[in-house]
T-cell receptor
Framework: DTAVSQTPKYLVTQMGNDKSIKCEQNLGHDTMYWYKQDSKKFLKIMFS???????INETVPNRFSPKSPDKAHLNLHINSLELGDSAVYFC????????????FGPGTRLLVL | DQQVKQNSPSLSVQEGRISILNCDYTNSMFDYFLWYKKYPAEGPTFLIS?????DKNEDGRFTVFLNKSAKHLSLHIVPSQPGDSAVYFCAANFKAAGNKLTFGGGTRVLVKP
């Protein structure tokens, strides 16, 4: 009964490749988020979607493109991967209104070689 | 420009004693504060939160205190248990910015038996 799930859990790839990370939530939330945890362990927001509409778009290279086919899914596509993209990417979900608590997935560990 | 800071990267405490984790913030527009706990290779797990209009919230062994004038919050865990050993992240929510969560750098807690 995983609330927020991500696939894959690990991703090792070469520079220049294009890859996608998928996220699904079964909590009935209307908002989903992508966070990046860098090598210094800081967690930073990248994007959020509310009912398939982009709400938050932080200063992220346009090689990163989120896609939300429905409010239970938010995928992250990364083009032309670079060494600096190596990080752990976390998906999260919440209700936009209310208590605002965000629930996180287990993370996807991306290593770009 | 770190708007949320956890100045203690680590904390070691004896089982049964109190753990006190501190967090400072700079943006007075934050309207909700949350603490997350994170085990290695897992996503952050929500622990406890507090609204900016309150000064204390308690849930079992966990109590969060908020001092708005000092822009400071703290998490008290009492009594500390070995299973509490984890990294704790303080986060601040800015609802008007689409529930944008800004995280501190984390404090690693080790509870010694």
């Amino acid at each position: 009964d995983t609330a927020v799930s991500q696939t894959p859990k690990y991703l090792v790839t070469q520079m220049g490749n294009d890859k996608s990370i998928k996220c699904e939530q079964n909590l009935g939330h209307d908002t989903m988020y992508w966070y990046k945890q860098d090598s210094k362990k800081f967690l930073k927001i990248m994007f959020s979607y509310n009912n398939k509409e982009l709400i938050i778009n932080e200063t992220v290279p346009n090689r990163f493109s989120p896609k939300s086919p429905d409010k239970a899914h938010l995928n992250l596509h990364i083009n032309s991967l670079e060494l600096g993209d190596s990080a752990v990417y976390f998906c999260a979900s919440s209700h936009l209104s209310g208590k605002e608590t965000q629930y996180f997935g287990p993370g996807t560990r991306l290593l770009v070689l | 420009d770190q708007q949320v800071k956890q100045n203690s990267p680590s904390l070691s405490v004896q089982e049964g004693r109190i753990s006190i984790l501190n967090c400072d913030y700079t943006n007075s527009m934050f309207d909700y504060f949350l603490w997350y706990k994170k085990y290695p290779a897992e996503g952050p797990t929500f622990l406890i939160s507090i609204s900016s209009i309150k000064d204390k919230n308690e849930d079992g062994r966990f109590t969060v205190f908020l001092n708005k004038s000092a822009k400071h919050l703290s998490l008290h865990i009492v009594p500390s248990q070995p299973g509490d050993s984890a990294v704790y992240f303080c986060a601040a929510n800015f609802k008007a910015a689409g529930n944008k969560l800004t995280f501190g750098g984390g404090t690693r807690v080790l509870v010694k038996p």
